[in-house]
């Protein structure tokens, strides 16, 4: 399922703290910087969290822009680490009157005070790059998943035959501290963290508008009876 990749990892570093100070600057102007690029894979993301039987989990929220897009009659909880996008989110729910919003917190998305088992989808949209450790956080989503529910990720991933590969490359090395997200992002840590995991299950994954710049992955959490070895239904790199 991994590819084979040049990514190196002598990059800079990012901590939580790196995070938390990026996204306090970005917190004033995200939302006129990004809405427009991230909006196809926000709508891809909500529309299929939105087919769970149950609570849905926005880990990542930031200032809310997917928020009115999920069904009215969903459930959804947010979490992100960035108080400032945080309180960006919960006036957007106010203003917009988003009833199926059923709460916000602070939280880090490695380690969230949620029960084994809470959610029927949990979602991730543009925060894999974020976090300082993705494979923890991954393993995070895995545990707050119920059996046969699913997690949802769009996110950067890096090709070979990407225009950007080299500009990712160079701002991975040297400015993504102060970004506050890693450019370059290659699809083998999320493939081999699921070809590690015999609970978990690739069912699709596509690129999405514009450009194909975002990849969504849906992974299915496998109940506990069912037979692990059966093959993925997977979708590979069809434009949305």
Known sequence: MSEA??????TESLDNCDVEAAYARWAPIYDLTFTAVFKPGRRALTA?????????????????????????????????????????AAQRVERENLRHVAGLYKMDATRMAFADASFA?????FVLTVVPEPEAMLDELARVVRPGGEIVLVNHVSRKDDPLAVLDTWLDRHVAPRLGWRPQFPWSIIGDWIDQRADMQLVERRLLAPFGLFTMSRIKRLPVMQDVEAPAEETTLEYA
Do not use: H, W
């Not at 990749?5 to 002598?10: A, L, V």
């Not at 926005?58 to 069904?71: N, Q, S």
């Not at 989808?121 to 949209?125: E, I, K, L, R």
């Open 5 to 10: 990749t040049d990514y190196s990892r002598e």
């Open 121 to 125: 989808c949990v979602c991730a949209p």
């Open 48 to 88: 299929a969290a939105s087919k769970a039987d149950g609570p849905i989990l926005d880990v990542g929220v930031g200032t809310g822009l997917e928020l009115p897009m999920f069904e009215p009659n969903t459930q959804v909880y947010g979490v992100d680490l960035s108080e400032p996008m945080l309180r960006r």
